[in-house]
């Protein structure tokens, strides 16, 4: 390939985003189009408090469960850091990279700037970095495999594209799956080179730790919008968590911030026509609001506080610093010089 064929490639999936955002905000508004925003707004209103509580535990859980993400990524590298600095990196990595997109370079460079503090090399962090891609891939393709046998055909018999992409979709999810433990049973303790990172092949015990670490993400995360469903409509929890990963997925691979619009539109496509779409429309909004919003100012914050904590204790180093630095030329006067022996 070559250079200025890269370089349109790499335009042409930089914009990707862009193109489908549009596509999903026209999908939506066609959606929406007889609905105003007080019927959104009291949709949201309408939902149950305990739901609401319900759905932040369910995020609350999601986030830690995102947090082992790091920590088996440190153990893949055979790296050591305390247990609260791989739970703030993770939580705050996620919720950086949930809202932003672009999971390598947005809540890539948050943990760059965190664990190369804590003596993690930069080649150490692109392995981890990769590891978690694996791992969320691996936990996203055990589910809408699963979810492939518990959706309903008749969801999405009325659009031939949904049902064929949802094959599709469930013979590459089951392709790789089937892939990668067979890498990890035939290429055991051996390494792929790219470049100059080595990447050492998995222990089938870890890429089975990595699927159910991915599935019981989804599943948490999918928690939070059945709570702030239930209220609206019924549906099976096994139907209802196929749906939400095939979502989940085709949000994340659209490259468009959030997924927004492209996730609600699929949902909304997905449920039957008799189903309210201002009220669905309110219970996602919801969701977005405690799942996106409400743990990037929670990890925000802390990371505030960290570096608030950080840059004191800097200061106090350095003034500590100041006042001893004059005291050495006299110390090391008063250190009397040691007599040789006689032989």
């Known amino acids: 390939m070559s250079a200025k064929t890269k370089r349109l490639f790499k335009r042409i999936v930089s914009y990707s985003g862009i193109f489908f955002f549009i596509l999903a905000a026209g999908m939506l508004w066609w959606q929406l189009r007889e609905y105003s925003l007080s019927d959104i707004f009291s949709a949201i209103l309408y939902i149950p408090w305990w739901n609401l509580v319900a759905a932040c535990v369910a995020c609350f859980a999601g986030y830690l469960a995102l947090s082992l993400y790091d920590f088996l990524a440190l153990r893949y590298v055979g790296g050591h850091v305390s247990w609260w600095k791989w739970m703030l990196a993770g939580m705050l990595g996620f919720a950086i990279?949930?809202?932003?997109?672009?999971?390598?370079?947005?809540?890539?460079?948050i943990r760059y700037r965190l664990y190369t503090r804590w003596r993690i090399s930069g080649?150490?962090?692109?392995?981890?970095?990769?590891?978690?891609?694996?791992?969320?891939?691996?936990?996203?393709?055990a589910i809408l495999i699963i979810g492939y046998f518990l959706?309903?055909?008749?969801?999405?018999?009325?659009?031939?594209g949904a049902s064929v992409g949802l094959h599709i979709l469930f013979i590459i999810c089951m392709a790789s799956i089937l892939a990668y433990f067979a890498a990890t049973i035939f290429f055991n303790k051996k390494s792929i080179k790219i470049g100059n990172l080595k990447f050492h092949v998995p222990t089938t015990k870890t890429a089975f730790l990595q699927m159910l670490l991915g599935a019981i993400d989804s599943i948490l995360?999918?928690?939070?919008?059945?709570?702030?469903?239930?209220?609206?409509?019924?549906i099976p929890f096994g139907t209802y968590i196929g749906l939400f990963v095939i979502a989940q997925t085709t949000g994340v691979f659209s490259q468009v911030p959030g997924g927004i619009g492209v996730f609600e539109t699929i949902f909304l496509l997905a449920l039957p026509d008799s189903v309210d779409k201002a009220d669905i429309f309110g219970a996602l909004l919801a969701y977005r609001i405690i799942y996106y919003v409400l743990p990037l100012i929670g990890a925000g914050g802390l990371f505030l506080i960290y570096e608030n904590w950080l840059r004191a204790r800097m200061k106090r180093w350095l003034e500590e610093a100041k006042e001893k630095i004059p005291q050495i030329p006299a110390k090391i006067k008063q250190i009397k010089p040691l007599k040789r022996k006689k032989k």
Do not use: E, R, W
């Open 221 to 234: 995360a999918g928690l939070v919008l059945y709570f702030c469903l239930l209220p609206f409509v019924q």
């Open 123 to 141: 080649g150490d962090i692109v392995k981890m970095l990769t590891f978690s891609g694996f791992t969320f891939f691996l936990g996203c393709s």
């Open 151 to 160: 959706v309903p055909s008749a969801l999405l018999d009325k659009s031939v």
């Open 97 to 109: 990279s949930n809202n932003a997109g672009h999971a390598v370079v947005s809540g890539g460079a």
